[in-house]
């Protein structure tokens, strides 16, 4: 039977809130990035998609990269709470290792991937289309239109404002998974109370 005084806090809290940015996550981005007033991108590990002119539209490759985020990241939101209620079973320490790092994982390959995205995309632009693009992470710039594209008006110039930003599922994010860090690092410092083993005594009558 669970005992309460044997519950690792930290690790039960860091699993809820997991299981809190899972939730949020499915309709609130991580990273938002916009280019006018009509295009949107939204990207997150668990779900995104693109607006353009208030048509939503969705990549199917990233739809499957969602979905198994999705589902890793339940796994790992279970695993860290069956560990966290029963933190002196044998198998207690496996259970963490395993689920503390997955978080962790999706977070960083979420950042490399939105840093990739931004350098890419400048590159293309600038390498293909001459566009002057330097698409921001976080904060604002300017596209400059090529005077070649506008024919009649090349002596006309019009930039188009493109912003990227980190929301605030982001750093929710950040929270679960430093909380789950600081739950594999406070493991061996914890001192919970070991399971007794069930003796059987024989009496004679």
């Given at each position: 039977m669970?005992?309460?005084?044997?519950?690792?806090w930290i690790g039960l809290a860091s699993g809820i809130l997991l299981i809190a940015v899972i939730l949020l996550s499915l309709y609130n981005p991580w990273w938002q990035l916009r280019i006018g007033d009509f295009v949107y991108a939204n990207f997150s590990p668990l779900?995104?998609?693109?607006?353009?002119?208030?048509?939503?539209?969705?990549?199917?490759?990233?739809?499957?990269?969602n979905i198994s985020c999705l589902l890793l990241l339940s796994i790992s939101a279970a695993v860290m709470i069956a560990y966290s209620v029963n933190p002196t079973k044998p198998y207690s320490k496996q259970l963490l290792c395993w689920s503390y790092k997955k978080p962790l994982t999706i977070l960083i390959t979420f950042i490399a991937a939105i840093v990739a995205l931004s350098q890419l995309a400048s590159y293309l632009a600038n390498q293909y289309a001459h566009i002057g693009l330097q698409l921001p992470i976080i904060g604002t710039s300017v596209i400059q239109v090529p005077s070649e594209l506008l024919g009649e008006l090349s002596g006309v110039q019009i930039g188009v404002a493109v912003s990227g930003g980190f929301q605030w599922t982001f750093y929710l994010a950040i929270a679960a998974t430093g909380l789950c860090i600081a739950t594999r690092i406070l493991y061996s410092k914890a001192s919970f109370t070991s399971e007794p083993a069930a003796n059987i005594t024989a009496t004679s009558s």
């Open positions: 669970m005992q309460v005084k044997n519950v690792n779900s995104t998609n693109f607006s353009f002119l208030g048509i939503t539209f969705l990549i199917p490759l990233l739809t499957a990269i």
